[in-house]
């Protein structure tokens, strides 16, 4: 049989298309105003990136592949967009540890006392440790979620238990 008219499967593996964050089954999409227009900004630049591999007619196999994995990037992100719940930052003082503040803890005791933490409390798709923004489902937004300015909560670090208190909390 002449191989002539076979289609070869130029395409390899399918690719692998990164998930987004991890949101628990019924958990809400709780956004702030900055991480909603992330999100919209995030669905822009996938656009602009769609067009331009749209464009480069060059590498057909590779082409093709990274078409499906922007497609599915957009569409989980499109998903997520959709299920978007956005919450206002309050505009009184801040009294309770609450999604959308920047909170500061000062470490008591367990690791090492006067050590100070400041990070602010945000979505899923917003959080990044490095720049001091923790999601609202992680276990520690989770444990202090709700303390009050200068209560003591003890939060469990690694192998280390520390004792912490809510030094200040604020809406930024």
């Known amino acids: 049989m002449s191989r002539a008219f076979v289609k070869e499967d130029d395409s390899g593996e399918p ?11 019924g958990t809400p999409n709780y956004v702030t105003p900055q991480g909603l227009q992330m999100l919209r900004a995030e669905v822009g630049q996938l656009e602009m990136e769609r067009t331009a591999i749209e464009a480069n007619r ?5 082409r093709r592949r990274q078409l499906l994995i922007i ?29 959308g503040v920047t909170v500061t803890l000062r470490t008591k005791s367990g690791g090492k006392p006067g050590t100070i933490r400041q990070f602010t409390i945000v979505g899923v798709d917003e959080a990044s440790v490095p720049d001091g923004r923790i999601s609202f489902v992680s276990p520690l937004a989770r444990s202090i979620m709700g303390a009050t300015l200068g209560q003591n909560i003890a939060l469990r ?16």
């Open 15 to 25: 690719p692998i298309i990164p998930p987004r964050a991890a949101l628990p089954p």
């Open 58 to 62: 060059q590498d057909e196999p590779e």
């Open 71 to 99: 497609n599915g990037r957009l569409s989980a992100l499109t998903e997520r967009l959709a299920s978007a719940r956005l919450v206002e930052p309050l505009s009184e003082s801040a009294d309770q540890v609450r999604f």
């Open 157 to 172: 670090m690694g192998p280390v238990t520390e004792t912490v208190e809510i030094a200040d909390i604020c809406y930024s």
